[in-house]
């Protein structure tokens, strides 16, 4: 197998020489490596296009062609050279199939805001005065506008690009189903073949990875032409072998020789193939060296092995007599089993036994030879290699005893050799490997020729758009504010004991101070809530609380903006302050009406920001001696 490891060997020094070999040869698209010294914009931007192959497209009324430029570029790619001479943020560089167009940015948007200094229209009434003011925005927008010049030749896909493939091929070759020989076996092996379709996908211009379905078949010839022995047991205290005993229990050694035993193999592998491709560029017609290096996943599906031809001759050797006995010498072989047998007599009626999953390294290499602008012609050689032993089961023993000898040749039975097992079975490892040529085609998915994309002529236009923007500013007189303390003054909602549902009384008093609110936006109220000394302070405080959140919700429902509100819970800390004479303190005690503290009082805050004091509420003088439940 010694040579086989050799072709392998050389296949892998190809494939790591290859990228060097890219690397000596000049890149379509090179780098630059020069220092300018006062030199013009312009002449940059044409060493760029001479020297390193890409195309520049830009417009010159966007660039300042005399710019002066003084650096030192070495092994720079056009891009960076473009990027280091252009000013920073101005432009924007595109590249798309060896062009590098040139952009220029267009203005960005500016927006200018002024603040009208005095109304455009005042209203003045009763309540409040209302001045409208005109605020004004100006938008800059600065747009590109293009004129179609004359249309250039037309672009046609480069030969060699990143991109998409679809591989087909056919090979034949020189094949071994690979079976490690036993002693006296030469594999002589056979033709090989191999179908398969693949796809390639190049992520760059030269290299790429494939992966494909495919069917290989691989087929040996073995021939025995060789001597084997059975001598009996070996005796430990004689130190020699007892032999075998004959028809008449004569102790014998029994050869049997092979002459020409021929058998042959054929197995077929489903395999998955997974490789890495290049193709690199020998000429300027486009001609390609291409090569791929993977491994592949293999389902054997055919393992047939069957006898074809030769001969084998008992033969006994009788060391006591110092006689050898054969079927040529008269009649006195068929008397003592020894005989000529041909492959004729024997069948192998069974597979080759290997495992399901075989995994074998793959190497391709070859030209591939232009036919269109995308399809390929690919010639070239291949080479596989299984490295897992995929034979399953242990090595069999040689034997060559007949499994259904005929009743009146009881002799032919040999009952101390094995059955023959076959040559795959006799071995210890099982490695298919081939060598050999194949022919395939490559589509590459490209677009059609296009033609020239058009070229234009731009122009930047600003445009400006003005947008008003209504403002108002509401002024409240003082005597508005008066009414509204007027109007809300006495209003008290009242609620029923252990209750947070409003008994309105009268009905409309909601709707009268939303009316109020909702009139006069810039009014604000405060909305207390209170409950009496029965229940406990948690209570009461939870209770206070609900009651006043209850009366809230009741006027955001009438439309009164949430801003305009602010809402507490006092529990019973504050009693309903009834009409009555104050300095009768005994008579107060004995009128007051404890059902009325069950209560939420809505009272105004006037302009200046202080809080009008209720009417109808006082504190408690002895809140903490108050019952509670």
């Known amino acids: 197998m010694k040579k086989y490891y050799s072709i392998c060997l050389v296949v892998l020094a190809l494939l790591l020489v290859m990228p060097a070999m890219a690397a000596s040869k000049k890149s379509k698209y090179s780098t630059l490596t020069k220092k300018y010294h006062d030199a013009s914009l312009e002449q940059v931007l044409n060493d760029i296009q001479a020297k390193t192959g890409y195309q520049l497209s830009y417009y010159p009324e966007d660039l300042d062609l005399n710019q002066r430029v003084t650096m030192d570029f070495k092994d720079a790619p056009a891009k960076t050279v473009l990027k280091k001479v252009l000013e920073k943020d101005k432009y924007t560089l595109t590249s798309k199939k060896g062009v590098i167009t040139i952009n220029k940015v267009p203005e960005p948007p500016v927006t200018y805001e002024r603040s009208a200094t005095e109304p455009s229209e005042i209203v003045d009434d009763s309540l409040k005065t209302v001045r409208i003011y005109q605020d004004t925005t100006y938008s800059v927008v600065c747009r590109m506008e293009t004129h179609e010049l004359p249309a250039g030749d037309s672009i046609y896909p480069e030969p060699t690009s990143k991109g998409h493939y679809i591989?087909?091929?056919?090979?034949?070759?020189?094949?071994?189903v690979g079976y490690k020989e036993p002693a006296g076996i030469k594999d002589k092996g056979g033709i090989g073949g191999l179908a398969q379709i693949q796809y390639a996908y190049y992520f760059h211009e030269n290299w790429g990875i494939t992966a494909g379905l495919g069917f290989e078949l691989y087929s040996s010839k073995g021939v025995?032409?060789?001597?084997?022995?059975?001598?009996?047991?070996?005796?430990?205290?004689?130190?020699?072998?007892?032999?075998?005993?004959d028809s008449e229990n004569?102790?014998?050694?029994?050869?049997?020789?092979?002459?020409d035993w021929t058998e042959k193999q054929l197995m077929g592998m489903v395999n998955v193939p997974i490789s890495i491709q290049?193709?690199?560029?020998?000429?300027?017609?486009?001609?390609?060296?291409?090569?791929?290096?993977?491994?592949?996943?293999?389902?054997?599906?055919?393992?047939?092995q069957a006898l074809k031809s030769g001969d084998i001759q008992h033969i006994g050797i009788y060391d006591t007599w110092g006689m050898v006995m054969q079927e040529d010498k008269g009649n006195l072989g068929n008397e003592r089993d020894f005989y000529t047998e041909s492959a004729g007599d024997f069948s192998l009626d069974k597979k080759m036994k290997a495992k399901t999953v075989a995994a074998s390294v793959i190497a391709d290499l070859g030209v591939a030879i232009p036919l269109t602008n995308q399809i390929d012609l690919m010639v070239g050689a291949y080479f596989d290699y299984c490295?897992?032993?995929?034979?399953?089961?242990?090595?069999?023993?040689?034997g060559w005893k007949q499994p259904n000898f005929a009743?009146?040749?009881?002799?032919?039975?040999?009952?101390?050799?094995?059955?023959?097992?076959?040559?795959?079975?006799?071995?210890?490892?099982?490695?298919?490997?081939?060598?050999?040529?194949?022919?395939?085609?490559?589509?590459?998915?490209?677009?059609?020729?296009?033609?020239?994309?058009?070229?234009?002529?731009?122009?930047?236009?600003?445009?400006?758009?003005f947008t008003l923007a209504q403002r108002t500013d509401t002024t409240m007189k003082p005597q508005v504010a008066r009414k509204i303390v007027r109007l809300m003054h006495k209003a008290v909602i009242w609620f029923d004991l252990d209750k947070w549902e409003p008994k309105l009384e009268p009905a409309d008093i909601i709707d009268k101070i939303a009316a109020i609110l909702i009139e006069n936006p810039e009014q604000k109220i405060l909305v207390n809530g209170h409950a009496s000394a029965e229940g406990n302070a948690d209570h009461n405080q939870m209770l206070s609380d609900k009651r006043a959140e209850a009366v809230v919700n009741l006027l955001l429902e009438k439309g009164v903006n949430a801003e305009?509100?602010?809402?507490?819970?006092?529990?019973?800390?504050?009693?309903?302050?009834?009409?009555v004479d104050s300095t009768?303190?005994?008579?107060?005690?004995?009128?007051?009406?404890?059902?009325?503290?069950?209560?939420?009082?809505?009272?105004?805050?006037?302009e200046d920001g202080t809080v009008v004091e209720s009417l109808t509420s006082a504190p408690a003088e002895n809140a903490e001696a108050t019952k509670e439940d």
């Open 564 to 579: 305009q509100i602010t809402s507490k819970g006092f529990s019973s800390q504050i009693q309903y302050k009834e009409d």
């Open 387 to 398: 490295l897992n032993d995929i034979k399953d089961g242990d090595q069999q023993e040689m």
């Open 167 to 176: 591989q087909a091929f056919l090979g034949a070759g020189y094949s071994q």
């Open 278 to 304: 290049c193709q690199y560029p020998l000429n300027e017609k486009n001609l390609r060296l291409y090569a791929d290096l993977g491994v592949k996943i293999g389902i054997p599906v055919i393992k047939n």
């Open 250 to 259: 004569e102790r014998y050694f029994h050869n049997v020789k092979a002459k």
């Open 407 to 465: 009743s009146d040749k009881s002799y032919r039975e040999h009952a101390f050799m094995a059955e023959y097992p076959g040559m795959v079975d006799a071995s210890s490892a099982l490695r298919p490997w081939q060598v050999g040529v194949k022919v395939g085609v490559q589509w590459h998915y490209k677009e059609k020729a296009k033609p020239a994309p058009k070229e234009y002529e731009r122009v930047q236009i600003c445009d400006t758009t």
């Open 224 to 245: 025995i032409n060789n001597t084997y022995e059975w001598k009996g047991d070996y005796d430990e205290t004689a130190q020699k072998w007892s032999g075998i005993p």
């Open 584 to 606: 009768d303190t005994e008579n107060t005690a004995r009128h007051h009406n404890i059902s009325l503290d069950r209560r939420v009082e809505i009272i105004p805050i006037v």
